[in-house]
């Protein structure tokens, strides 16, 4: 009896429920940060041959299930153009829509390389909206400002000032190995979050860079996005890469997620996700833990 009523229970908050009574398919994804790969000796923690090995075992996981997209957060690669030759064919054999964003190792190639990336890669927008049920994933570009990717006049400026103003205020998110949301990207933003409000989806905001981690590894503008983002009650959650070790944290009831990168250590990290109507359900793999997180 008390098996069947946790398997009840357990059936239960998989299975939403919207006001009119009528059953909503929670969402399902699978979702893995800083692959890495680099055919490069090991360094520190990071164990940049054996992501190749990790990356067959999470694309067979994903796809042995039944998942609605996957999503990478950036840092795929490492080093050296080359790498991409073995990340993309496996990222290929991902049997559900596969969604990228870029991270800062991502363009650590030959400057000569760089302007063809996007192309090479597939990706046709670097920031844009995946919607699955009543959920909205919004892809941001932490790439936008940036010392790695390429960047126009307008660009640089934009973020030699952002940078040279942070510092004033002695915050030092201006590294090299982050990035920050340009204007225009912010702009877009707003736009999509009031669309988001108004057709009552649920959001998640991706990007490569932490809001609020440690090790001085946040996107450069990470008060002023978390300023625009937590205006909005549709926004619920935050995923990104870019700190391997992880970290979690809650701020003004939206759930501020930093996967854990798989490059790093013997073990594996990767997650499958469940959204449902009041909850996002994180089972990780190897070193992600699992979190039940409740949605506001
Ligand atoms: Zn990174």
Redesign the pocket.
Same mark, same amino acid.
């Given at each position: 009896m008390k098996n069947l009523i946790v398997t009840l229970s357990f059936l239960l908050t998989l299975l939403s429920w919207d006001s009119s009574g009528q059953g909503i398919k929670p969402v399902r994804i699978g979702l893995f940060t #800083?692959c890495q790969y680099c055919n490069c000796p090991e360094s520190g923690k990071r164990n940049y041959k054996l992501s190749l090995v990790k990356l067959d075992s999470c694309v067979s996981l994903f796809n042995s299930m039944q998942l609605d997209g996957v999503f990478h957060l +950036? #840092?795929m690669i490492d080093h050296d153009v080359r790498s991409y030759d073995s990340v993309l064919p496996r990222f290929s054999k991902i049997n559900a829509p596969l969604h990228l964003l870029l +991270?800062? @190792?991502d363009y650590m190639i030959k400057s000569r390389y760089k302007a063809g990336l996007l192309d090479r890669i597939g990706i046709k927008e670097e920031h844009y909206i995946v919607d699955l049920g009543t959920w909205r994933f919004i892809i941001l570009n932490g790439d936008d400002l940036s010392f790695t990717a390429p960047q126009n006049k307008k660009q640089k400026q934009e973020r030699q000032d952002m940078v040279n103003d942070q510092y004033s205020q002695l915050r030092m998110n201006g590294l090299p190995?982050n990035g920050g949301i340009g204007s225009e990207q912010m702009r877009w933003l707003e736009v999509k979050l009031n669309e988001s409000e108004r057709d009552l989806m649920k959001v998640v905001v991706m990007c @490569?860079?932490p809001l609020f981690t440690k090790d001085n590894h946040n996107l450069f503008n990470n008060r002023e996005l978390f300023h625009l983002i937590s205006r909005y009650n549709c926004v619920k959650a935050y995923f990104n +890469? @870019?700190y391997h070790s992880g970290n979690y944290k809650v701020r003004d009831g939206i759930h501020l997620v930093n996967f854990k990168g798989m490059v790093d250590t013997e073990q594996n990290a990767f997650a499958v996700i469940t959204l449902t109507n009041d909850s996002i359900l994180i089972k990780g793999y190897g070193r992600e833990p699992d979190r039940h997180l409740k949605i506001k």
């Open positions: #800083d +950036g #840092d +991270g800062n @190792h190995w @490569h860079f +890469g @870019h």
